[in-house]
């Protein structure tokens, strides 16, 4: 085929040039160029047709040690030879491959009762994001009883981003199925094998946090689910085709509006449609914790003098107050960089700079504490609105720090929007004991004693494979209507 290009290019190029002249540069024959400047389509190889003949002899010793005995090729080729058998063994596989009888798989489909079984799959697409090609990941989450589905978009598929799709897939359904399957990813599960299968001990943690159990579809048998789902054919010729947006965050809200109208859609095995379904199915779902897995927060970076941290060769700002500390952060659909405190707090976000060298600041962060400081009786107020009952502590404060009040009031009521309730309550009871009011002591004592962190305690579980033993007629789905 290379020979055929170039040869149709030369003479394309040059018109003039006679065969031989193309063949005598090209070191090919005189009749190789003429064949070629009169074949018109591309030369496909084709195998040289071999006589079976030979074969035709050992047939129905063939197909019995293929079909019945379930011989690989070797060996059939070793009792072939055994036989008699003088031709090769490439006649003979292409003889194998037309006598094998293809096995048909099947699965028993079955429905699962309300709350009982997610799952969750992503798929990699190309389209165009501000008139340029760009590769991105759709994850989808299905709620299996009900059939309402998800969809989330990033431009990453490492594990920080399939954690977080996955997340906020549970925080919009409002809730967690009892078990969720997957598929055998690298993110889900170290080892594949039945016989050394193990799952990856962050996602164990991450099952452990929201309390619903992992299973997983065998290597090469999407139908182990019990249902086969095509999640993604109906956005890919209704949504990725020939689209193309302003932006990532255009693209998140038309993916947004097309998970709503697919919802709305009569499902053809239900008979109904996945939000009137969801509805049913979300009284049975299991309550969300508090706070989200924060296992994957842990990059951490210290903030420079200039209130910059560095990421992927550029630098970002932080407020101000975060100078020379170290903070977390999180990359969040491959798009935007967001800034944690030490107290999980977050302090800042950013677009993510797709040059390198570049600074990115938030004109925010480096207003002065003196500009937004009010008067003293302002700032009396806010405090005591957050945190009634603490009066002595805003008058001590006042009478050792006179001159500057103002100053230190505003900055310990800046601190106390950056860690939780209980461990700034306990930093006031610490200045009323040791009689030390100032905002350098309430901000050294939260960063060394907050009690909300980002330590992942390892977390032993074990987990068993429920049993997919739940047969049910799809007229159940009657009774909803």
């Known amino acids: 085929m290379e020979d055929w290009l170039v040869i149709k290019n030369l003479k394309a190029k040059n018109p003039d040039k006679s065969n031989r002249e193309i063949a005598r540069d090209l070191g090919v024959s005189h009749n190789t160029v003429k064949a070629a400047l009169t074949r018109n389509e591309v030369p496909k190889y084709r195998r040289s047709g071999s006589s079976n003949a030979e074969l035709e002899v050992f047939h129905e010793v063939i197909f019995e040690m293929l079909n019945v005995k379930k011989f690989n090729g070797s060996r059939i080729l070793n009792e072939l030879r055994s036989k008699g058998y003088k031709g090769g063994k490439t006649s003979m596989y292409l003889y194998l491959a037309k006598m094998q009888i293809k096995e048909q798989k099947f699965f028993t489909p079955y429905e699962t009762e309300p709350g009982e079984q997610s799952q969750f799959d992503w798929s990699p697409y190309t389209v165009q994001i501000e008139g340029n090609l760009t590769n991105i990941y759709v994850y989808s989450y299905i709620n299996s009883f009900s059939r309402y589905q998800i969809l989330e978009v990033s431009l990453s598929q490492n594990q920080g981003a399939i954690f977080e799709a996955l997340e906020n897939s549970m925080i919009e359904s409002g809730g967690v199925c009892q078990r969720l399957q997957t598929d055998n990813a690298k993110a889900f599960v170290i080892n594949a094998s039945r016989n050394n299968f193990s799952w990856n001990p962050r996602y164990l943690t991450l099952c452990a946090h929201y309390g619903f159990t992992p299973t997983r579809s065998l290597p090469g048998h999407p139908w182990s689910k019990g249902k086969v789902e095509r ?251």
């Open 231 to 481: 999640p993604f054919c109906y956005l890919e010729t209704h949504f990725i085709a020939g689209a193309s947006f302003e932006n990532f965050p255009d693209l998140q809200s038309k993916l947004k509006n097309f998970q709503e109208e697919n919802n709305r859609r009569i499902h053809s095995v239900t008979k109904s449609a996945a939000s009137d379904l969801f509805e049913h199915e979300k009284l049975s779902l299991l309550k969300l914790p508090d706070t989200r897995y924060v296992g994957v927060k842990e990059e951490t970076r210290k903030v420079s003098g200039d209130c910059l941290l560095s990421n992927g060769g550029s630098r970002y700002s932080v407020p101000w107050m975060f100078a020379t500390k170290w903070v977390w952060i999180k990359i969040s659909k491959g798009y935007y960089l967001h800034v944690y405190s030490q107290a999980n707090k977050l302090i800042a976000s950013h677009k993510l700079s797709l040059i390198k060298g570049a600074v990115i600041i938030d004109p925010n962060h480096y207003k002065s504490y003196k500009s937004l400081a009010g008067s003293f009786e302002v700032l009396k107020a806010k405090f005591l609105e957050s945190f009634p009952g603490k009066e002595m502590f805003v008058e001590k404060l006042k009478a050792q720090k006179r001159m500057n009040v103002n100053n230190q009031l505003h900055q310990i009521l800046s601190l106390s929007k950056l860690y939780m309730k209980v461990d700034f309550v306990e930093a006031i009871n610490k200045c009323l004991e040791y009689n030390v009011f100032n905002h350098s002591f309430i901000s050294g004592y939260l960063e060394k004693n907050h009690k909300k962190s980002f330590k992942i305690e390892p977390v032993k579980i074990k987990l068993e494979l429920p049993k997919e033993d739940v047969k049910r007629d799809l007229s159940q789905y009657n009774l909803l209507k």
